[in-house]
Every structure is written in structure tokens, then in C-alpha cells.
Nanobody
Framework: DVQLQASGGGFVQTGGSRRLSCAAS????????IGWIRQAPGKEREGVAC????????YYADSVKGRFTISSDNAKNMVYLQMNNLKPEDTAVYSC?????????????????????WGQGTLVTVSS
């Protein structure tokens, strides 16, 4: 079974940094697209970042471009989201998702909605 476990959430002050981790198992890691989504109270869900593990292609939402970095450790089946210069509007539950169509990162802003598997999230709270 596909399993995605996000971790690393917590409290951070505005301008601070946080790194989230996603532990993936149950599928061929290198052939998949893996992304991060977030859901804030009262706001629409947003596809934040995506990586095609096989070739390293990435996608970022405009709201996080230049501040967030997605990466993978293929030996450990891990995907990370390094978040820098955090803002109060980044407060949300962050979850990782996966799809066996590795090219879907290209259109992640809309494509994340029907990614194959979704994991449980981790809460990031940015204080002002």
C-alpha cells in the first residue's frame, strides 16, 4: 500500500524557516511525481510544490516561489520542503501527495487535485 507520512510542522516566527519531510513507501519512488499541498482555515487548498523524482523537475506556486524549495533523497524515499522567510499567510496544514504519472508536476497548480494518493498533514503555524 502507498503510504505518505508528513512531519516537521510546528510553530515558527515570521521570517523564520522550517523543513518538512515526507516519508514515502509502497511504490516505485523514482517514477513518480510527489508534491506538497496546503490547506489553511477558510482558504482554498493550494498545490504548493511538486517534484518529478526521476529527473528532478520542479514546480512552485507563485505564492511560495523564491522562498520554498522541494527536494528528494532517492536513497531514503524522502521528499523535503524547505520553507524560508515564512509569513503568517503560510500557516496551514501541509500534506504530501503522489502520482505515478511523473510528468504531472508540469501542471501541478491544477493537477494536484486528482493525484493518486494523499497523506495526512502536518500543521505549520507562523506567528506574526
Amino acid at each position: 500500500d502507498v503510504q505518505l507520512q508528513a512531519s516537521g510542522g510546528g510553530f515558527v516566527q515570521t521570517g523564520g524557516s522550517r523543513r518538512l519531510s515526507c516519508a514515502a513507501s509502497g511504490f516505485s519512488f523514482r517514477q513518480h511525481a510527489i508534491g506538497w499541498i496546503r490547506q489553511a482555515p477558510g482558504k482554498e487548498r493550494e498545490g504548493v510544490a511538486c517534484i518529478s523524482v526521476g529527473d528532478g523537475t520542479t514546480y512552485y506556486a507563485d505564492s511560495v516561489k523564491g522562498r520554498f524549495t522541494i527536494s528528494s533523497d532517492n536513497a531514503k524515499n524522502m521528499v523535503y520542503l524547505q520553507m524560508n522567510n515564512l509569513k503568517p499567510e503560510d500557516t496551514a496544514v501541509y500534506s504530501c501527495v503522489e502520482d505515478d504519472r511523473w510528468y504531472r508536476c508540469r501542471t501541478y497548480g491544477s493537477a494536484y487535485i486528482d493525484f493518486n494518493s494523499w497523506g495526512q498533514g502536518t500543521l505549520v503555524t507562523v506567528s506574526s
